[in-house]
């Protein structure tokens, strides 16, 4: 039996932490986004302004880009995340991730450019694109 030297257990050790956490905070990241679209939605819905507890700020060119597809949301939506921005010419690099709206029917309806603050914990909107 061979023997391993302490420091290359110590380092694959932490190398295992490193990931686990990683991939916690990753999951929760994903979760957050989600929620983030889903609250936008329904306080669309809802005829509010809209709001989430996961963005620092929403401004009013989204807030009317979400009110255009109001009909879309009562029938139907899908939700979905992805790592990354959007190609050029509408994403520069900056966001970390993207949701991206469905309609009912698999059309996309808005993608929401995000960053995510981790001091806040919560999501700077970038930008996003409109169908």
Do not use: C, W
Not at 92 to 108: C, M, P, Q
Request: overall charge positive.
């Amino acid at each position: 039996m061979k023997f391993i030297p302490k420091g290359v257990l110590l380092f694959s050790f932490l190398i295992i932490i490193i990931f686990v956490l990683f991939m916690k905070n990753n999951n929760l990241i994903k979760k957050q986004a989600l929620e983030l679209g889903s609250e936008l939605v329904q306080t669309t819905i809802q005829n509010n302004k809209a709001s989430s507890k996961y963005a620092i700020f929403i401004g009013e060119e989204l807030h009317l880009a979400m009110n255009k597809y109001k009909k879309d949301f009562i029938i139907g939506h899908d939700i979905q995340f992805f790592k990354g921005d959007l190609k050029y010419p509408y994403g520069d690099g900056k966001a970390e991730y993207r949701i991206v709206v469905y309609s009912s029917n698999g059309k996309e309806l808005l993608s929401i450019r995000l960053k995510y603050d981790r001091k806040k914990e919560k999501f700077h909107i970038l930008g996003f694109k409109s169908a």
